[in-house]
């Protein structure tokens, strides 16, 4: 498996400053968040019918489940989700640097958090001192409540975390290679995620499969969003390894269950050169990934990378171990051709 190789090793105070206040918001807030709204949930038990309405159809209620449904939902989603995109986000970024992507994912977690945590909530409130929870109000009102609270605290997030400036990455022309007239060479590798991302993402997928389970057992409510969400997670680890290779046809890289692939022809390629990549500064994670400045990437951990500039000023972007090999080969290849 390729192992991550780290940019920069020490980080400055501002950079230590940003991830400081990375973690505030999305799992120190979140956790408080959380506790607040299970508090209240667990105080207002006695008052709730004993089955309560998970799910509406528009104005009514049209599933149920068990009044603990909503804390044990809210301690899951509203503290888990935020807590895996924290232990995918973090570790990612210490090494990096922390970059607009990285602080806007910040907000992105507190306000999901808080969406969360605020919408369960509501409707637990909502459904105090009824008899029937077939009786509960619509729903609609409390979901706005909780999405405009959202949005705040997204808003404060993204201003409480410090503007950082990275440096410009390191970049190597891929020197050619010398060929001899009518040699031929083909240059491989494999590219693969490091432990730790695979972890999460596993779990991830685990968490929203369960959720998906644990609602449609208990409550009987559709939870046809989460298998869905699920579904999408599983196909998006599949692309968590690829093979690249170069040859006289150009750049391609495809993913080791051949689900996706991605070409530069020869014909398309203008240089080669060797970058080094910041995974969660510069592309905002891993997989396959777009970036400003018409980047486009299979960026599966941070380190050096192959980097392809096309017909058209696009870029395509690979990390990848050997990549100066992989460079000065197409170099060659371009030069031949």
């Known amino acids: 498996m390729t192992t991550p190789q780290a940019i920069r090793p020490e980080m400055s105070a501002s950079m230590r400053r940003a991830r400081s206040r990375l973690l505030v918001v999305t799992i120190a807030v979140p956790a408080v968040l959380v506790a607040v709204a ?32 909503y804390p044990a939902l809210t301690v899951a989603i509203g503290l888990g989700v935020p807590a895996l995109l924290a232990a995918v986000t973090v570790p990612q970024a210490a090494p990096d640097g922390f970059g607009t992507i990285t602080r806007l994912l910040g907000a992105l977690m507190l306000g999901l958090a808080t969406l969360i945590t605020v919408s369960m909530t509501w409707a637990v409130a909502m459904q105090r001192g009824l008899d029937d929870a077939a009786d509960a109000t619509g729903i609609g009102l409390p979901l706005l409540a909780a999405a405009a609270a ?47 991302a695979l972890v999460a993402i596993i779990a991830a997928i685990v968490l929203v499969v369960g959720l998906a389970a644990i609602l449609g057992v208990t409550s009987g409510a559709r939870t046809w969003a989460l298998w869905i969400a699920a579904g999408a997670m599983a196909l998006a680890a599949t692309t968590l390894a690829f093979r690249v290779r170069v040859d006289a046809t150009g750049v391609t890289a495809r993913s080791l269950l051949g689900l996706l692939r991605f070409r530069v022809p020869i014909e398309q390629v203008r240089r080669a050169e060797v970058v080094q990549v910041r995974a969660m500064a510069e592309f905002g994670g891993i997989g396959v ?12 951990h941070s380190g050096t990378a192959l980097q392809v500039h ?26 031949a051709r």
């Open 289 to 300: 990934r777009l970036a400003p400045q018409g980047r486009f990437g299979i960026v599966l």
């Open 38 to 69: 299970v508090a209240l949930q667990l105080t207002w038990l006695p008052e709730l019918p004993e089955i309560v309405a998970t799910h509406w159809s528009g104005s009514e209620p049209d599933a149920f489940g068990p009044a603990w449904t």
């Open 150 to 196: 959202g949005v705040v605290a997204g808003v404060v997030a993204w201003f409480v975390q410090p503007a950082t400036e990275l440096p410009e990455p390191e970049v190597e022309p891929g020197a050619p290679i010398e060929l001899e007239p009518g040699e031929r060479a083909v240059w491989v590798r494999t590219t693969t995620v490091a432990t730790p």
């Open 310 to 335: 096309r017909e058209g000023g696009r870029i395509f972007t690979v990390t990848v171990e050997d990549a100066a090999t992989a460079a000065g080969l197409l170099s060659a290849l371009q030069r």
